[in-house]
């Protein structure tokens, strides 16, 4: 079989060097099975050599590689562009072949916080100076990118690469600084920051920036602040030059809950999934906040996460609301005179509306995604309420819609088994997989009684 042409294969290569790593592995787990002999054995090849490259290069540029996504540009934290990494590395084993191969080799048996780190920093400190000094075409390019990301953009990025060995340093501590309060933890992290602030005086707003990015979710380095600043007063942290991490939760916080409030219906389940899972953020990170910073309920902070809790807990029950309107259009009723008593019996005269139920599941989803929220944010009240309604409107409606089946008393049995489907989907989000297994099996059930008296008819006559 033809290989790919080396022209075709220049291609593919500068598109694998400008993808993000998550794309490089992507493509490296689809081509692991491509055989030597196959038409894409190059391109698999091209994708391990570039993998094992960037393995090396986010170990070796482990405290910044972090910290570059995308252009750079639009981000409420300190961010530079992704392509000014490959540059700077790329530069690197131009300028310092020989520390790259060493460091390469220190890589190989690292053990975070026992090894040796001056192998990785000692390149740090060379990737530093030759971007101050553009040294290469490389590391001029990464300086112009970075500029044009931001004023001032390659100096900055030269004073995390000052900072990233008392990063790369505190890496393996972060886990205990981010669990644990106690004097160990403290006294730990106020000395990595008087390292920090030993480079240079306005090096403690980089040095939360560069340990933020390392963190499972970037507000957490409140911890490590407010374990540094000895659990500041919010005056006091919002009049420091650390305010623009406390203000950037705040922004984080108002824009989730825009977000909430403007969830699209139509959207579907995973976008009812999304906007629960901004209220569980919410309330960690208005608890962090409380945690962390010693806030006033009278002013500032302190007052608009009081107004935050209010509008998240308004914005969650005016959806539980609609869950449940929605819930009953999806699974309709109507009211019908049966032996002289008017009594509500499911509307089965039509098949069920495809939007009316999407609505439904959405909002039903949102609901379920919400459940380890309910406490903190004020409305498992709500939640418990509108869940036992459901429960009860489910068992009854089941229940009907069963019965009709079962006499005939409805004019397309596929109407009826259509809306006991959204019955199981809608028990499985406001109960669980059992209640809405057991649904389909009672469905199904009526449904093959139903066959077999046909068959047994078909025979007498």
């Known amino acids: 079989m033809a290989a790919i042409s080396e022209r075709k294969i220049e291609i593919v290569r500068q598109l694998v060097e400008a993808a993000p790593d998550r794309i490089v592995g992507g493509l490296q787990a689809a081509l692991a099975e491509t055989t030597d002999d196959s038409v894409l054995a190059g391109v698999r090849r091209l994708v391990e050599v570039e993998a094992r490259d960037r393995r090396l290069r986010n170990g070796i540029l482990q405290p910044i590689a972090p910290m570059c996504i995308g252009d ?9 562009p992704v392509r000014a990494l490959a540059c700077i590395w790329r530069g690197l084993k131009v300028i310092s072949p ?66 990233a060995p008392v990063v790369r340093k505190t890496i393996p501590k972060l886990p205990d600084w981010t669990a644990h309060f106690g004097d160990d ?5 106020r000395l990595a920051y008087k390292d920090a602030v030993a480079i240079t005086d306005d090096a403690g707003p980089r040095f939360f920036e560069l340990l933020s990015a390392q963190l499972p979710y970037p507000w957490m380095v409140l911890r490590i602040i407010s374990a540094v600043m000895d659990k500041p007063t919010e005056r006091y942290l919002a009049d420091s030059e650390m305010a623009v991490f406390g203000e950037r939760v705040m922004r984080e916080i108002e824009e989730a809950l825009k977000a909430i409030a403007q969830l699209d219906l139509e959207a579907g389940p995973e976008a009812g999934r999304s906007a629960g899972k901004r209220v569980e953020l919410i309330t960690f990170q208005i608890s962090e906040m409380e945690t962390c910073i010693d806030l006033s309920r009278e002013h500032g902070w302190g007052h608009d996460i009081v107004k935050f809790k209010k509008s998240l807990a308004g914005v969650v029950e005016s959806h539980l609301r609609n869950a449940e309107k929605f819930a009953a259009a999806a699974l309709p009723m ?46 498992a009240a709500a ?45 499985l989000l406001a109960r669980d997989e059992k209640a809405a297994e057991l649904v389909r099996r009672r469905a199904a059930a009526v449904r093959n009684e139903g066959s077999q008296n046909g068959n047994r008819q078909a025979k007498v006559s």
């Open 383 to 427: 939640r418990g309420k509108l869940l036992e309604k459901l429960g009860d409107m489910l068992d009854t409606y089941v229940e009907e819609v069963l019965d009709h089946l079962r006499t005939g008393d409805v004019e397309d049995e596929a109407v009826g088994y259509a809306y006991l489907e959204i019955a199981a989907e809608v028990a």
């Open 72 to 80: 750079g540009k639009g981000s409420g934290r300190l961010v530079f």
């Open 334 to 379: 109507q009211m019908m005179k049966i032996a002289r008593v008017r009594r509500n019996v499911p509307k089965l005269n039509a098949m069920p509306d495809p939007m009316t139920t999407r609505r439904a599941i959405t909002l039903l989803t949102f609901v379920q995604e919400v459940r380890s929220s309910a406490n903190y944010g004020g409305f």
């Open 185 to 189: 933890t403290t006294a730990s992290a």
């Open 98 to 163: 020989d520390g790259v191969a060493d460091a390469a080799v220190a890589l190989v048996d690292y053990r975070p916080g026992e090894s040796s780190n001056e192998p990785f920093d000692a390149l740090v400190r060379l990737a530093a100076n030759a971007l101050r000094n553009r040294q290469t075409r490389d590391f001029e390019q990464a300086a112009d990118m970075c500029d044009e990301a931001r004023s001032g953009g390659a100096d900055l990025f030269a004073l995390c690469l000052d900072l």
